[in-house]
Nanobody, 115 residues
């Protein structure tokens, strides 16, 4: 079955960096656009970065542009998110999934940014 295992979250001070990793299994990973999502308490889950398997052009939500970089490795079925210049408003649980969030969600990884 489809499975996502996210890791790399933690507690970091404002301005710090983290690298999140996701290992995907159970589907044809290279064929899908892949996205990192985040959800903070009281808010809906949002896609913050997406990378399609065809053109490899990343797209980012405005709030993370210039700070986050999404990577994928189709040989290892992994999706990474390098997060720099973190802000308290980046605090959330981060998830990976295919574009559109079409598969069951993993546990996510908690990112907490202190001011």
């Amino acid at each position: 079955q489809v499975q996502f295992v996210e890791s790399g979250g933690g507690l970091v001070q404002s301005g710090g960096s983290l690298n999140l990793s996701c290992v995907a299994s159970g589907f044809n990973f290279p064929a899908y656009g892949m996205s990192w999502y985040r959800q903070s308490p009281g808010k809906e889950r949002e896609s913050v970065a997406i990378l399609f398997g065809t053109d490899y052009r990343p797209r980012y939500v405005d709030s993370v542009k210039g700070r986050f970089t999404i990577f994928r490795d189709n040989t290892r079925n992994t999706l990474d998110l390098q997060m720099n210049a973190l802000k308290p408003e980046d605090t959330a649980v981060y998830f990976c999934n295919a574009a559109g969030g079409i598969f069951p969600w993993g546990q996510g990884t908690q990112v907490t940014v202190s001011s």
